[in-house]
């Protein structure tokens, strides 16, 4: 997670860093660097709970042309519990296992005008996924793994400063519990 936070401060600081050189340029050099923030939900099927379930997701980055940018961004995927009955566990009262975790990522960014003010993009880089399990009787789990990550998407502009997003994401293998790794997800992105 330390990590992860390093690489977000470095975004924050790309952006902020692009968003004076734009502003300090002069007609004849101007910089294309458009940094942005977004917030959305990621819907996602739980391995454990066999349950989709909605969660929160903050990204931001760097346009740096028309097409190239960065991107930056982390989903929290909030506890999920599962009971089994005494029945099926042969424990008295059953069992209950709860999962949660995050993935976080990194990652190019492709984007494709179809027209004015739409457009498809792609995403390829790093995630880091942490999930934790655990249950009755001090039952405690942690799989933690840095992997791909990848993702389709389009977007909408509503106006110069925001627009809808919606895309594909993978942020790498099948974990032994918790979240799968392919989600859906949908926002809105705001920029500077």
Do not use: C
Request: hydrophobic share 35%; aromatic share 12%.
């Amino acid at each position: 997670m330390k990590a992860f936070t390093f690489v977000l401060a470095a975004a924050a600081l790309a952006a902020g860093t692009a968003a004076h050189a734009q502003q300090s340029s002069t007609p004849s050099d101007t910089v294309s660097y458009r940094p942005y923030v977004g917030i959305g939900v990621v819907s996602a099927r739980n391995v454990t709970t066999d349950s989709r379930h909605t969660d929160a997701k903050i990204f931001g980055g760097v346009d740096l042309s028309n097409n190239v940018g960065v991107e930056a961004g982390y989903v929290n995927f909030s506890s999920q519990d599962v009971h089994f009955s005494e029945a099926m566990t042969n424990t008295p009262g059953g069992t209950t296992l709860a999962t949660k975790g995050y993935s976080a990522y990194i990652a190019a960014k492709y984007t494709v005008p179809i027209n004015d003010r739409f457009s498809a993009y792609g995403k390829l880089g790093v995630a880091h996924n942490q999930r934790k399990l655990s249950g009755s009787f001090g039952l405690s789990d942690t799989d933690t793994n840095d992997n791909v990550y990848a993702g389709l998407g389009v977007q909408y502009k509503l106006n110069e400063r925001m627009s809808v997003v919606g895309e594909y994401e993978n942020y790498g293998k099948q974990q032994a519990f918790g979240a799968r790794p392919g989600v859906w997800s949908a926002g809105l992105k705001f920029g500077f």
